[in-house]
């Protein structure tokens, strides 16, 4: 007989596995560069400094995405809304996912050899193009551009599904949606501007959603300890008989 628990984990198994397939599908076409130049000219990039894609599509959504995690974390202790639903070790592990996505691709970002398409030679800078999974090369450019760390401003959340489907799952399939659109829509935004490739979006989106999952899979392994019983775990002193 199929245990419940195994037969959980097959959806986000499947969507992990497939969506990697995809985004190792994409790196290999080589599409990055070609998108880059249909937006770009040897001139640079027309809306780099368009001021109203900076605002919209980079400062308004850093600070929307700051403020909703600052609350995310005041509604560990005071939940509001559709969070009174999802217990309180539930809310700590959607603090804890959003902000550790933010920090992983922050992490990763500001190691990376990579730099920009605004930074290549092709678009008025110094730098060549060098794939991004040649690791430790410089392209002689500034580098620090690898994932979009802009986009994890929406698809941090992405690894609230995991929370949010144990007691509200139609909030979580909203939650997913809404987290996946506006982070596509943020790095489109990027791109547009020559701030990053499609793949840096979609490493961005793969990351977070691994991230979201592993945590998930944690707090499901500190809540199976919960339920064993004293008796039963490692290092128990066996009851003695009266």
Known sequence: MERPALHGLRGPIAATLLSLLCVLAWDASGLDLAAAQWLGTPGGFRWRHDPALVLWMHEVPRFASWLLIALLV???RWPVGFLRQVDRAGRVQLALTV???VLVVSFIKTHSATSCPWDLQAFGGV???????TWGIGDGGPGKCFPAGHAS???AYLGG?????????RIARRWLAVAL??????????QVRGAHYMSHTLWTAWICWSIGW???????LVRARARVPERLKPGAVPAQPS
């Open 161 to 169: 599904w995991f929370v949010l489907r144990r007691t509200a799952p």
């Open 153 to 155: 401003a929406a698809f």
């Open 214 to 220: 592993l945590v998930d899979g944690m707090a499901a």
């Open 74 to 76: 005041v509604a560990v």
């Open 181 to 190: 659109a506006a982070g596509l829509v943020l790095g489109l935004g990027q």
């Open 127 to 133: 730098a060549r193009h060098v794939s991004h999974w």
């Open 99 to 101: 902000v550790g996505s």
